[in-house]
């Protein structure tokens, strides 16, 4: 089975820009996952999706969304990009929210 | 509010050695227990991962153990190899599949000669 796989792999930005990141899970995963991760905070819960709907979020502002396809498929957006917005971002899928897989991520940069 | 306590931050330990990493957490609805291997550039890796019902559980090297009355768990990695230097994540979750991962601050273990 292909793993989860994550694009695009970097990216750059400035402040104030928006952001899409998208995430492919496992065949046959119906849960995706978000998480930041940053040396200062370390992995940080965005937000889960599950057959389409947000089944739970973390602490973030509004400006981070997500949404996710019929095929399982994940995007997430931040709008106004901050500073503090650079970080690794990740992808997790599972059939369930239980056991999860994480893509490579997509290290975002905002200048 | 952190709910899983990870230490050591960061650990050195030579070729050959036992290394472990402490996990606490305070939720006791969380009823699943996943520790994490991070390389660098790369995701984190589903290593292993404990249910509450059992104190112990190994694979290969790699050993959890599990005391459910103290709230702690540990990971043990035996004859540690240059290979496992990486980052090192437990988690938590609760109400398996309905509940977000919980994750530690990590720790970075650094393998020596």
């Known amino acids: 089975k292909a793993g989860v796989t994550q694009t695009p792999r970097y990216l750059i930005k400035t402040r104030g820009q928006q952001v899409t990141l998208s995430c492919s899970p496992i065949s046959g995963h119906r849960s995706v996952s978000w998480y930041q991760q940053t040396p200062g905070q370390g992995l940080q819960f965005l937000f889960e999706?599950?057959?389409?709907?947000?089944?739970n979020k973390g602490n973030f502002p509004g400006r981070f969304s997500g949404r996710q396809f019929s095929n399982s498929r994940s995007e997430m957006n931040v709008s106004t990009l901050e500073l503090g917005d650079s970080a690794l971002y990740l992808c997790?899928?599972?059939?369930?929210?239980?056991?999860?897989?994480f893509g490579p991520g997509t290290r975002l940069t905002v200048l | 509010q952190q709910q899983v306590k990870q230490s050591p931050q960061s650990l050195i330990v030579q070729k050959g050695g036992i290394s472990i990493i402490n996990c606490a957490y305070e939720n006791t609805a969380f009823d699943y227990f996943p520790w994490y291997q991070q390389f660098p550039g790369k995701g984190p890796a589903l290593l292993i991962a404990?249910?509450?019902?059992?104190s112990e559980k190994k694979e290969g090297r790699f050993t959890i153990s599990f005391n459910k009355s103290a709230k702690q768990f540990s990971l043990h990695i035996m004859d540690s190899q240059p290979g496992d230097s990486a980052t090192y994540f437990c988690?938590?979750?609760?109400?398996?599949?309905?509940?977000?991962?919980?994750f530690g601050t990590g720790t970075r273990l650094t393998i020596i000669p």
């Open positions: 999706y599950f057959s389409e709907t947000q089944r």
């Open positions: 997790a899928s599972s059939y369930n929210g239980g056991e999860q897989f």
């Open positions: 404990i249910r509450p019902d059992v």
């Open positions: 988690a938590a979750i609760s109400n398996f599949g309905n509940e977000k991962l919980t």
